[in-house]
Protein backbone atom coordinates (compact mmCIF):
# COMPACT_ATOMS: atom_id res chain seq x y z
CA UNK A 1 0.00 0.00 0.00
CA UNK A 2 1.19 3.44 -0.39
CA UNK A 3 3.17 5.44 2.29
CA UNK A 4 3.10 9.16 3.67
CA UNK A 5 3.23 11.15 0.81
CA UNK A 6 4.38 15.00 1.08
CA UNK A 7 4.27 17.39 -1.53
CA UNK A 8 5.74 19.21 -2.88
CA UNK A 9 9.43 17.47 -2.45
CA UNK A 10 11.37 21.30 -2.68
CA UNK A 11 10.15 24.49 -2.34
CA UNK A 12 12.11 27.42 -2.68
CA UNK A 13 10.75 31.03 -1.67
CA UNK A 14 11.75 34.12 -1.22
CA UNK A 15 11.14 35.88 2.55
CA UNK A 16 8.16 37.22 3.24
CA UNK A 17 6.15 35.07 0.85
CA UNK A 18 3.86 32.47 1.95
CA UNK A 19 3.70 28.75 1.46
CA UNK A 20 1.59 25.57 1.83
CA UNK A 21 3.06 22.07 2.74
CA UNK A 22 0.91 19.49 2.07
CA UNK A 23 0.59 15.89 3.76
CA UNK A 24 -1.27 12.84 2.47
CA UNK A 25 -1.33 9.99 5.50
CA UNK A 26 -1.19 6.53 4.98
CA UNK A 27 -4.88 5.23 4.68
CA UNK A 28 -7.14 5.01 8.10
CA UNK A 29 -4.41 6.36 9.99
CA UNK A 30 -5.76 8.71 12.61
CA UNK A 31 -3.03 10.36 14.25
CA UNK A 32 -1.09 12.70 12.16
CA UNK A 33 2.34 14.77 13.14
CA UNK A 34 4.27 17.79 11.97
CA UNK A 35 8.20 17.94 12.82
CA UNK A 36 10.91 19.98 11.11
CA UNK A 37 14.37 19.10 10.67
CA UNK A 38 16.75 21.80 10.25
CA UNK A 39 20.55 21.05 8.82
CA UNK A 40 22.76 18.82 10.72
CA UNK A 41 19.93 18.70 13.50
CA UNK A 42 17.63 16.35 14.86
CA UNK A 43 13.73 16.57 14.02
CA UNK A 44 11.65 18.83 16.13
CA UNK A 45 7.86 17.83 16.53
CA UNK A 46 5.67 20.88 15.04
CA UNK A 47 2.08 19.80 15.71
CA UNK A 48 -0.18 16.80 16.26
CA UNK A 49 -3.85 15.90 15.00
CA UNK A 50 -6.33 13.26 16.39
CA UNK A 51 -8.38 13.36 13.55
CA UNK A 52 -9.04 16.61 12.95
CA UNK A 53 -8.43 18.35 16.17
CA UNK A 54 -4.95 19.54 17.10
CA UNK A 55 -4.35 18.42 21.30
CA UNK A 56 -0.71 19.33 21.22
CA UNK A 57 0.51 22.30 19.18
CA UNK A 58 3.28 23.17 21.35
CA UNK A 59 6.37 23.15 18.99
CA UNK A 60 4.57 25.81 16.75
CA UNK A 61 7.76 27.77 16.31
CA UNK A 62 5.49 31.24 15.81
CA UNK A 63 1.85 32.79 14.80
CA UNK A 64 3.12 32.56 11.62
CA UNK A 65 2.63 28.68 11.95
CA UNK A 66 -0.33 27.25 11.09
CA UNK A 67 -1.99 23.27 10.43
CA UNK A 68 -5.20 22.02 9.76
CA UNK A 69 -6.46 18.66 8.96
CA UNK A 70 -9.88 17.91 6.39
CA UNK A 71 -11.64 15.27 6.38
CA UNK A 72 -9.13 13.01 8.59
CA UNK A 73 -7.00 12.89 5.76
CA UNK A 74 -4.49 15.42 4.12
CA UNK A 75 -2.74 17.95 6.07
CA UNK A 76 -1.59 21.21 5.40
CA UNK A 77 1.02 23.20 7.16
CA UNK A 78 0.92 26.46 6.10
CA UNK A 79 3.91 29.29 6.77
CA UNK A 80 3.01 32.80 6.16
CA UNK A 81 5.81 35.60 6.08
CA UNK A 82 8.03 33.16 5.64
CA UNK A 83 11.57 33.97 7.04
CA UNK A 84 15.41 32.54 6.34
CA UNK A 85 15.56 30.62 9.90
CA UNK A 86 12.37 28.71 8.25
CA UNK A 87 14.42 26.58 6.36
CA UNK A 88 14.69 23.30 6.84
CA UNK A 89 12.66 19.70 5.53
CA UNK A 90 9.58 19.55 7.04
CA UNK A 91 8.29 15.58 7.56
CA UNK A 92 5.11 14.51 8.14
CA UNK A 93 4.03 11.01 9.68
CA UNK A 94 1.33 9.00 10.77
CA UNK A 95 -0.05 6.49 12.83
CA UNK A 96 -3.14 4.29 13.13
CA UNK A 97 -3.58 5.74 16.53
CA UNK A 98 -1.86 7.56 19.73
CA UNK A 99 0.77 5.58 20.38
CA UNK A 100 1.40 3.34 17.65
CA UNK A 101 4.37 3.11 15.04
CA UNK A 102 4.50 6.50 13.34
CA UNK A 103 5.64 6.16 9.32
CA UNK A 104 6.98 9.20 7.88
CA UNK A 105 7.15 10.70 4.64
CA UNK A 106 10.43 11.79 2.22
CA UNK A 107 9.43 15.13 3.51
CA UNK A 108 9.53 18.63 1.99
CA UNK A 109 12.97 20.86 1.58
CA UNK A 110 12.26 24.34 2.40
CA UNK A 111 14.64 27.01 1.44
CA UNK A 112 13.86 30.57 2.11
CA UNK A 113 16.37 32.98 -0.01
CA UNK B 1 10.36 16.70 30.57
CA UNK B 2 12.17 14.38 28.23
CA UNK B 3 15.31 14.71 26.15
CA UNK B 4 17.62 12.63 23.90
CA UNK B 5 21.51 12.94 23.64
CA UNK B 6 23.28 11.06 20.58
CA UNK B 7 27.04 10.97 21.47
CA UNK B 8 29.28 11.57 18.26
CA UNK B 9 27.45 13.28 14.88
CA UNK B 10 30.05 11.30 13.14
CA UNK B 11 30.88 7.41 13.54
CA UNK B 12 32.83 5.05 10.85
CA UNK B 13 33.50 1.86 10.93
CA UNK B 14 35.24 -0.41 8.43
CA UNK B 15 33.02 -3.23 6.47
CA UNK B 16 32.73 -6.07 8.71
CA UNK B 17 33.61 -4.10 12.20
CA UNK B 18 31.20 -3.39 15.08
CA UNK B 19 28.78 -0.79 14.84
CA UNK B 20 28.07 0.91 17.90
CA UNK B 21 25.73 4.04 18.32
CA UNK B 22 25.12 5.49 21.57
CA UNK B 23 21.87 7.26 22.70
CA UNK B 24 21.49 8.63 26.40
CA UNK B 25 17.87 9.53 27.46
CA UNK B 26 16.57 12.33 30.51
CA UNK B 27 12.97 11.33 31.27
CA UNK B 28 11.18 11.59 34.81
CA UNK B 29 8.65 8.80 33.74
CA UNK B 30 8.97 5.58 32.25
CA UNK B 31 10.48 6.23 28.37
CA UNK B 32 9.60 4.12 24.95
CA UNK B 33 12.43 4.50 22.98
CA UNK B 34 13.09 4.12 19.40
CA UNK B 35 15.76 3.83 16.73
CA UNK B 36 15.07 5.20 13.23
CA UNK B 37 17.21 5.16 9.91
CA UNK B 38 17.37 7.73 7.37
CA UNK B 39 18.29 6.65 4.06
CA UNK B 40 19.35 9.24 1.38
CA UNK B 41 16.79 11.31 0.01
CA UNK B 42 14.36 8.89 1.76
CA UNK B 43 12.11 9.36 4.70
CA UNK B 44 12.70 7.90 8.35
CA UNK B 45 12.35 4.23 8.83
CA UNK B 46 11.76 2.67 12.30
CA UNK B 47 14.76 -0.02 13.02
CA UNK B 48 13.39 -0.82 16.63
CA UNK B 49 11.65 0.02 19.70
CA UNK B 50 11.58 -0.45 23.20
CA UNK B 51 8.37 0.05 25.21
CA UNK B 52 8.90 -1.52 28.52
CA UNK B 53 8.97 -4.92 27.54
CA UNK B 54 12.06 -6.96 26.84
CA UNK B 55 15.19 -4.90 27.80
CA UNK B 56 17.19 -6.19 24.83
CA UNK B 57 15.38 -5.04 21.76
CA UNK B 58 16.23 -6.18 17.91
CA UNK B 59 15.32 -4.74 14.94
CA UNK B 60 15.63 -4.95 11.36
CA UNK B 61 19.05 -5.43 9.19
CA UNK B 62 21.04 -6.89 11.89
CA UNK B 63 20.49 -3.91 14.52
CA UNK B 64 19.49 -4.53 18.26
CA UNK B 65 19.47 -2.19 21.07
CA UNK B 66 19.78 -2.49 24.89
CA UNK B 67 17.60 -0.51 27.69
CA UNK B 68 20.16 0.26 30.39
CA UNK B 69 17.87 2.36 33.03
CA UNK B 70 20.64 2.45 35.45
CA UNK B 71 23.15 3.89 33.19
CA UNK B 72 19.53 5.89 31.04
CA UNK B 73 21.32 4.62 27.88
CA UNK B 74 19.81 2.65 24.73
CA UNK B 75 22.75 2.67 22.70
CA UNK B 76 22.08 1.09 18.97
CA UNK B 77 24.88 -1.69 17.85
CA UNK B 78 25.36 -4.04 15.25
CA UNK B 79 27.90 -7.04 15.44
CA UNK B 80 29.26 -6.40 11.19
CA UNK B 81 28.71 -3.34 9.83
CA UNK B 82 27.72 -3.56 5.69
CA UNK B 83 28.33 -0.86 2.99
CA UNK B 84 24.37 -0.60 3.10
CA UNK B 85 24.26 0.45 6.62
CA UNK B 86 26.05 3.71 5.80
CA UNK B 87 23.39 6.17 6.73
CA UNK B 88 21.70 8.55 9.35
CA UNK B 89 20.54 7.09 12.56
CA UNK B 90 17.87 8.80 14.92
CA UNK B 91 17.40 8.19 18.70
CA UNK B 92 13.93 9.05 19.84
CA UNK B 93 11.83 9.37 23.35
CA UNK B 94 8.34 9.17 24.39
CA UNK B 95 6.16 8.24 27.01
CA UNK B 96 3.28 5.99 26.90
CA UNK B 97 -0.08 6.95 25.54
CA UNK B 98 2.69 9.15 23.28
CA UNK B 99 1.79 11.64 20.80
CA UNK B 100 5.00 13.14 19.76
CA UNK B 101 8.66 11.86 19.99
CA UNK B 102 11.37 13.58 21.41
CA UNK B 103 14.40 12.96 18.51
CA UNK B 104 18.40 13.32 19.28
CA UNK B 105 20.38 15.59 16.51
CA UNK B 106 21.16 12.23 14.76
CA UNK B 107 24.63 10.22 13.84
CA UNK B 108 26.07 9.54 10.60
CA UNK B 109 27.41 6.40 10.10
CA UNK B 110 29.99 6.12 7.20
CA UNK B 111 31.52 2.59 6.05
CA UNK B 112 34.52 2.20 4.59
CA UNK B 113 35.64 -1.12 2.79
Known amino acids: GAGVSQSPSNKVTEKGKDVELRCDPI?????LYWYRQRLGQGLEFLIY????????KSGLPSDRFSAERTGESVSTLTIQRTQQEDSAVYLC???FGTGDEQFFGPGTRLTVL | AQSVTQLGSHVSVSEGALVLLRCNYS??????LFWYVQYPNQGLQLLLK??????LVKGINGFEAEFKKSETSFHLTKPSAHMSDAAEYFC???????????FGAGTRLAVHP
Open chain 1, 93 to 95: ASS
Open chain 1, 27 to 31: SGHTA
Open chain 1, 49 to 56: FQGNSAPD
Open chain 2, 27 to 32: SSVPPY
Open chain 2, 50 to 55: YTSAAT
Open chain 2, 92 to 102: AVTTRGYNKLI
